[in-house]
């Protein structure tokens, strides 16, 4: 368990370009690459949203929310 001081080591970043896309699109890319889920820009909603792979085979939307 860490402790609030903690800092943690980000081993790799990665830079990718983003086009606007529809759910089922980022969902097409995302199975497309393998991954388990998918960071896109919802031409929907004009922001930045993310597409994942649930255990039950179905999938999820996150649309964050800036406070």
């Known amino acids: ?3 609030e001081g903690d800092t943690y ?4 970043t990665k830079h990718f370009i983003v ?3 529809d759910v089922q699109e980022a969902i097409m890319q995302m ?3 393998n991954h388990d889920f998918f960071v896109f820009f919802n031409d929907e909603t004009e922001s930045m949203a993310v597409v994942c792979r ?4 179905d999938y999820g939307l996150i649309n964050p929310e800036l406070v």
């Open 31 to 33: 199975n497309m690459l």
């Open 19 to 21: 086009k606007p896309m």
């Open 1 to 3: 368990m860490r402790d």
């Open 9 to 12: 080591n980000v081993v790799k």
């Open 54 to 57: 649930r255990k039950a085979g």
